[in-house]
Structures are given as C-alpha cells and as structure tokens.
C-alpha cells in the first residue's frame, strides 16, 4: 500500500511540476480515440489550465521560495468578475457559460507563458550563478 502511495505522490509530483507532460499526453491520446483534434486540444487545454493554475504556485514555492497560490486565485477571481461585469454592463442578458468558456480558453494562455518565463528567468538566474 505504502509503495502505491508513493507512486501516485509520485506521478502527481510530476505532473504539477511539468504540466506540459499531461497536455500532450491528453491531447494524443484524446486525439486517437476522439477523432477530432479541435475537440482533443480543447479538451487537453481545459484539464492542463486546472494544473497550470496549482502549476505555478508550486514552481514559484520551490524555485523562488514565494507563495503566490492565494493571490493567484484571487487574481483569476477578480478578473473574471470584471470581464462579466463589462459584459453585462453593455448586455444585461449575459451568458456566463460562454464567456467562462473564452476566459477559460485565454487563461490557459496566459499561465502557460507565465510558466514558461518562470523557467527561463530561472534557467537564466542559474546559468549566470554558473559564472
């Protein structure tokens, strides 16, 4: 029991840390059984924004030694309220769904560059320690 626990810690472990290894391994294997490589990317975009979201917490913790999780959730909490708030301004009749659904779509963007300049800015910082 202790081993299988060990293991799952394991591959959770692995997966926040590099969460880019979950997105293709969805996105490939959505891709075989769903046919379609819209809906795949999608798909594989909707889990891999969750994890990117506990992603960068973690990697800022264990690069930077900072804590940033409750302010990146309030962050994307306040952000969404604001685009909502805009969109019923100019429509009261606002479709949450949907635009949770762009929001989603464009936070993945969004954190993934931030995950990607948290590494090079560390690749950077180490290299230049090196000399």
Not at 14 to 19: A, F, G, K, Q
Not at 29 to 55: E, P, Q, W, Y
Not at 58 to 68: E, K, S
Not at 103 to 114: A, E, N, Q, T
Request: glycine residues 2%; charged residues 15%.
């Amino acid at each position: 029991m202790c081993n299988q626990v060990s293991v799952l810690f394991n591959v959770l472990h692995l997966i926040v840390l590099y969460p880019f290894l979950l997105f293709f391994f969805l996105f490939f294997l959505l891709k075989r059984f769903k046919r379609t490589k819209g809906n795949a990317m999608h798909r594989a975009m909707d889990v891999t924004t969750c994890i990117l979201l506990f992603s960068i917490q973690a990697l800022c913790q264990t690069l930077y030694g900072y804590d940033l999780g409750v302010l990146i959730q309030i962050l994307v909490t306040l952000t969404f309220m604001v685009i909502v708030l805009r969109k019923w301004y100019k429509n009261p009749e606002v479709q949450v769904a949907k635009i949770f659904k762009k929001f989603w779509r464009i936070l993945f963007l969004v954190l993934s560059s931030i995950y990607l300049i948290m590494l090079l800015v560390y690749a950077i910082l180490k290299s230049v320690e090196l000399f």
